[in-house]
């Protein structure tokens, strides 16, 4: 049989070349020069193989392969190009076309290819004419088969021996669905379009082992040798439920960083103002305890005042760690200090007054390593796991709080996935009732609590033990039964030297300035009156403007040997922009920032600046002297 090739390009040279190849090779050549040509000989005469310019002057080659592909099936298309690219031959697969080739190309390459189009068609045919015996089944099938009559099976196909862990000779006779399916689990998807379809349906489908997977069910009436029988097309949906649960998790995941992002939102935007607030509560009662005597009536009611505003910038400070804005200044320490000096502090007293028959059992490794961690925030943790502890036990019960070095050398699969690596962990053990598996999920979402309100603080304490945990690259696994609940928080280990512990503070009188002129920088009336009292107290001469922008004016006109900045200040600029404006004046301005919130960025512009102190509102006469005096005494480069 002499096969018939149809040349439609443009340059006539080129057609003339692969005319003469081609008819040496035994085919039957006819040449046109478009698109509309193309299409007048395809009607008058069938062609084995159309051979296609891509850029042709009135109509486009992928055009014509997709109306050769739609009217001509039995044609085989080569798509022709001297200028290919990724696109065109992604688009010709597209359209079915079977070859992409460049100009110019090799005349074995083009006789090969041409014979492997007529003969991949000829194949194409073949299967065609073969699927179209069992289209039937076809159409009814996903991917197992079953064909049955009252339930007993007459044939499978390969696909649902496979998925169910049979050999068809084990299935043939049986009642096909007592075997393969949970008969509990079987329910109705939808009603079925057409009249003659049975399902879908869903169910759990069980393997030959017992293992159950999710499954969906077509049946469909045929016929099948002479008589009606039923055909079952059984599609394993294990990937789809998968994806839904995944679905489901990544939902929550977004819901729970979403309701993080506006607690951080809120956090950030009132912690400014409610330091600032906390400023005048704590100092005042500070200022009056220095000056009134140990006798003093209300002295007791005074400090009750100073300690309830600590208590309040407390919340702040912990709404700022759930937040993950606040500034963390991170030194490396040996966690047995921390837990040493948590256990003589007032909090622990406090607690073990409260619960005077929960006893409290430290077991600390005697060579334990040391990490890079923020003492407060890393002591704060403790606090609030021995507290969460003791208010489980409530009467009567032991706390276990353990240190220990643990190097794991492959992932553990706790609550949390854990990555090898050398840690110290800080665990917290107690005896009491456990957490049930629907609470376990949310201890750590913010203000989730089951605690009596009021009476058993904010619903803060778990979500800044997970967010101090994770802000120091550390894990959480917790395990839980009617028995207790341990908490273990990982934390990477630092080899550095920790730092030595700190010395008792030092008095007032020693950081005593001797009439230095400081200029107070602060957007609050109230804030800048607090700082003048300080100010003078410590012996120093303060001024006070109420912008960034008074400042620079200020500055400009009169020699002062510190500023003290406010971070953020409404209207105008900033701190950090205020003293990049200052020190364009007086290079080597000395100064420190005072601020009710800052986050890590600012700080280090700070820093980059040249501003090594960094005080947080509300702050107290002892760290306001103490910073004052490290800056004043300090050698600062003007250049």
Not at 15 to 29: D, P
């Amino acid at each position: 049989m002499m096969h018939s090739v149809l040349i439609i390009d443009d340059e006539i040279r080129f057609c003339t070349s692969l005319e003469i190849l081609l008819k040496a090779e035994g085919y039957h050549v006819d040449i046109v020069n478009s698109g509309v040509q193309a299409f007048h000989s395809l009607q008058q005469q069938a062609y084995s193989v159309a051979l296609v310019d891509i850029n042709l002057p009135d109509i486009n080659g992928n055009h014509i392969a997709a109306r050769i592909g739609d009217e001509h099936p039995g044609t085989a298309v080569i798509m022709l190009t001297g200028n290919a690219t990724i696109d065109n031959a992604v688009e010709c697969l597209r359209l079915g076309v079977y070859d992409y080739i460049r100009k110019p190309c090799s005349p074995e390459q083009l006789i090969r290819t041409v014979a492997r189009s007529i003969q991949h068609k000829q194949l194409k045919q073949d299967l065609h004419n073969s699927e179209k015996r069992f289209r039937q089944l076809a159409q009814a099938t996903w991917e197992g088969i079953i064909i049955y009559e009252r339930g007993e099976l007459l044939q499978t196909n390969s696909q649902l021996c496979q998925m169910f862990g049979y050999q068809e000779n084990e299935l043939l006779g049986k009642q096909i669905f007592d075997v393969l399916l949970d008969r509990n689990s079987v329910r109705s998807m939808t009603l079925p379009e057409d009249p003659d379809t049975i399902g879908p349906f869903e169910a759990r489908g069980v393997r030959k082992n017992g293992a159950t997977f999710p499954v969906e069910i077509r049946v469909k009436h045929i016929d099948y040798q002479g008589r009606q029988v039923q055909v079952a097309a059984i599609r394993d949906v294990t990937a789809n439920e998968t994806a839904l649960h995944q679905k489901i998790a990544l939902t929550k995941k977004l819901a729970d960083a979403q309701r993080m992002e506006s607690l951080g939102l809120m956090a950030s935007s009132v912690a400014h103002d409610l330091n600032n607030i906390m400023a005048g509560i704590i100092t005042y009662p500070e200022l009056l305890l220095m000056d009134l005597g140990d006798d003093f009536k209300y002295r007791e009611e005074l400090m009750m005042i100073r300690e309830a505003g600590k208590r309040a910038a407390a919340v702040v400070n912990d709404l700022l760690t759930v937040a993950r804005g606040a500034t963390c200044k991170k030194e490396v320490h040996n966690v047995n200090t921390l837990v040493s000096s948590y256990l003589k502090s007032v909090e622990f007293k406090e607690l073990s007054h409260r619960y005077p028959e929960v006893k409290l059992t430290p077991y600390l490794e005697g060579k334990l390593q040391t990490i890079s961690c923020s003492a407060m925030h890393l002591s704060k943790s403790i606090i609030n796991l021995v507290n969460n502890a003791a208010e489980a036990i409530q009467i009567k019960g032991e706390i276990v709080l353990t240190t220990k070095n643990v190097q794991l050398h492959s992932t553990y699969h706790g609550y949390e996935t854990i990555e090898p690596n050398e840690y110290v962990v800080i665990s917290v053990e107690d005896d009491g009732p456990g957490i049930s598996p629907q609470d376990i999920k949310q201890i750590f979402s913010p203000f989730y609590s089951k605690k009596v309100m009021g009476r058993s603080g904010t619903g803060l304490g778990l979500a800044v033990v997970w967010n101090t945990v994770h802000d120091h690259s550390g894990y959480i696994d917790v395990i839980s039964t009617n028995k207790g609940s341990l908490f273990a928080l990982y934390f990477p280990v630092d080899r550095s030297e920790a730092c030595q512990p700190a010395q008792p503070a030092p008095t007032i009188s020693s950081y005593q300035g001797n009439g230095q002129k400081i200029l107070v920088v602060d957007d609050q009336q109230s804030q800048r009156e607090i700082a003048r009292r300080l100010l003078s107290r410590l012996g120093y001469q303060a001024l006070t403007v109420k912008s960034g922008e008074e400042a620079i004016e200020f500055i400009k006109t009169t020699q002062v040997d510190l500023v003290m900045l406010d971070m953020l200040m409404d209207p105008g600029i900033n701190g950090c922009e205020t003293y990049e404006q200052i020190i364009k004046y007086v290079p080597g301005q000395k100064a420190i920032i005072t601020s009710g919130y800052s986050n890590l960025e600012d700080i280090d512009r700070a820093m980059d600046l040249g501003i090594s102190q960094f005080i947080k509102k509300p702050y107290s006469l002892h760290e306001l002297a103490q910073a004052l005096k490290t800056e004043i005494k300090s050698e600062r480069s003007s250049a």
